[in-house]
T-cell receptor, first 115, second 115 residues
Framework: GAVVSQHPSRVICKSGTSVKIECRSL??????MFWYRQFPKQSLMLMAT?????????EQGVEKDKFLINHASLTLSTLTVTSAHPEDSSFYIC???????????FGPGTRLTVL | AQTVTQSQPEMSVQEAETVTLSCTYD???????LFWYKQPPSRQMILVIR??????QNATENRFSVNFQKAAKSFSLKISDSQLGDTAMYFC????????????FGQGTRLTINP
């Protein structure tokens, strides 16, 4: 299957700053990537669908101006958490998917802690 | 909108035993995909097994098999000869075939295999 990397794996920032998380598809050209958020002991919740060369599609309740997504190439999607606050602390996971089988391949995740 | 429900927050069995994790879902679609993903302590999401709704035959992958009951909208996972490495969170997920190939996850079941 496809190999997906994320960077950084962990980030700690001060409240009010912006944080960028990169998601790379290492061996596959991904026209679509997905961004999920996972709070402790909870399930994955889809935040947005990242489309190469076009605007991302955000799920209901997700602020597009706060969670900026850029998918400028077939191998890279970025998520920028703008003006981060402690309640944005979470585990952010991206995936590349799904192809004919609809299987998604997940990155290792990024743990964001906002102080 | 599709929903996925896992009614067992936690399960625990002895090594080598067989365990079944439950999952039900709700959809008005006739064709779709169902998945079981595993999330070990590393938090890397790993695909365990996939089922296409139009296939009546239950999917099997080595020690992992599913019991897919389309009319009942049930999709349980059976793990045979459980191993210590099976200890993880298990998520049931749904993906529609038409439109965005996003995954809708259940709440997860924390499975512990005891030596």
């Amino acid at each position: 299957g496809a190999v997906v990397s994320q960077h950084p794996s962990r980030v700690i920032c001060k409240s009010g700053t912006s944080v960028k998380i990169e998601c790379r598809s290492l061996d596959f050209q991904a026209t679509t990537m997905f961004w999920y958020r996972q709070f402790p002991k909870q399930s994955l919740m889809l935040m947005a669908t990242s489309n190469e060369g076009s605007k991302a599609t955000y799920e209901q309740g997700v602020e597009k101006d706060k969670f900026l997504i850029n998918h400028a190439s077939l191998t890279l999607s970025t998520l920028t958490v703008t003006s981060a606050h402690p309640e944005d602390s979470s585990f952010y996971i991206c995936s590349e998917g799904g192809g004919a089988s609809h299987e998604q391949f997940f990155g290792p995740g990024t743990r964001l802690t906002v102080l | 909108a599709q929903t996925v429900t896992q009614s067992q927050p936690e399960m625990s069995v002895q090594e080598a035993e067989t365990v079944t994790l439950s999952c039900t879902y709700d959809t008005s679609e006739n064709n779709y995909y169902l998945f079981w993903y595993k999330q070990p302590p590393s938090r890397q999401m790993i695909l365990v097994i996939r089922q296409e709704a139009y296939k009546q035959q239950n999917a099997t992958e080595n020690r992992f098999s599913v019991n897919f009951q389309k009319a009942a909208k049930s999709f349980s996972l059976k793990i045979s000869d459980s191993q210590l490495g099976d200890t993880a969170m298990y998520f049931c997920a749904f993906s529609q075939i038409q439109g965005a190939q996003k995954l809708v996850f259940g709440q997860g079941t924390r499975l512990t295999i005891n030596p």
